[in-house]
């Protein structure tokens, strides 16, 4: 069974940052992991991509957070960071983890990210 588990949520100031993790675990091995990515999903509003990073570690950024958010993975860990800074109120959301593994789109269970003016 396939988990992916996330950390570092929390209340920031608008400008501040935060960094948030997710390791995955299961019966997989590194080269079935694939693409490993963020969205997030805002009160009332559709999910949206943030970023994502292949296994190589090409990155792919919504426009929005280009310049502001960085993703990174350490495919020995199994773990996709985000580390996000000059945060926003508009920033604020639930912020999911994803995972293609096994040809499968893996989910997380989100962490509240919640940016105050």
């Known amino acids: 069974q396939v988990q992916l588990v996330e950390s570092g949520g929390g209340l920031v100031q608008a400008g501040g940052s935060l960094r948030l993790s997710c390791a995955a675990s299961?019966?997989?091995?590194?080269?079935?992991?694939?693409?490993m990515g963020w969205y997030r999903q805002a009160p009332g509003n559709q999910r949206e991509l943030v970023a994502t990073i292949t296994r190589g570690g090409t990155t792919n950024y919504a426009d929005s957070m280009k310049g502001r958010f960085t993703i990174s993975r350490d495919n020995a860990k199994r773990t996709v960071y985000l580390q996000m800074s000059s945060l926003r109120p508009e920033d604020t959301a639930v912020y999911y983890c994803?995972?293609?593994?096994?040809?499968?789109?893996?989910w997380g269970q989100g962490t509240q990210v919640t940016v105050s003016s």
């Open positions: 994803n995972a293609m593994i096994f040809g499968h789109n893996y």
């Open positions: 299961g019966s997989f091995s590194i080269i079935d992991l694939n693409a």
